[in-house]
Nanobody, 124 residues
């Protein structure tokens, strides 16, 4: 059973960089041919796919967030990390990490495992 767990600060100040880590257990993030995504849901809005890192280490980003987003991984810890720079209150959301066998973007049904989500609030 694959499990994903998000971790990171729940409160970030405007203009700072938000950093979240997803720790994966029960499966390796380098296993062919999975994709590991970050997805968020602002209050009262739908899910927004932010980006993904593939089993190979290749990264993919939402065009609307690409200039501010970086996804990396630590294979020794079986973790992947999201960094979102220059945050504003509009970045307040529940952030999820999830696994899919294709680059699934916002196709929720294509994700087979999700983290429980972590609330991040951007406020001074």
């Amino acid at each position: 059973q694959v499990q994903l767990q998000e971790s990171g600060p729940g409160l970030v100040k405007p203009s700072q960089t938000l950093s979240l880590t997803c720790t994966v257990s029960g499966g390796s993030i380098t296993t062919n041919y999975y994709y590991w995504s970050w997805i968020r849901q602002p209050p009262g809005k739908g899910l927004e796919w932010m980006g993904a890192i593939a089993y190979s280490g290749s990264t993919y980003y939402s065009p609307s967030l690409k200039s501010r987003t970086s996804i990396s991984r630590d294979t020794s810890k079986n973790q992947f990390t999201l960094q979102l720079s220059s945050v504003t209150p509009e970045d307040t959301a529940v952030y999820y990490c999830a696994r899919s066998s294709i680059l699934a973007y916002e196709e929720v049904d294509e994700y087979d495992y999700w983290g429980q989500g972590t609330q991040v609030t951007v406020s001074s």
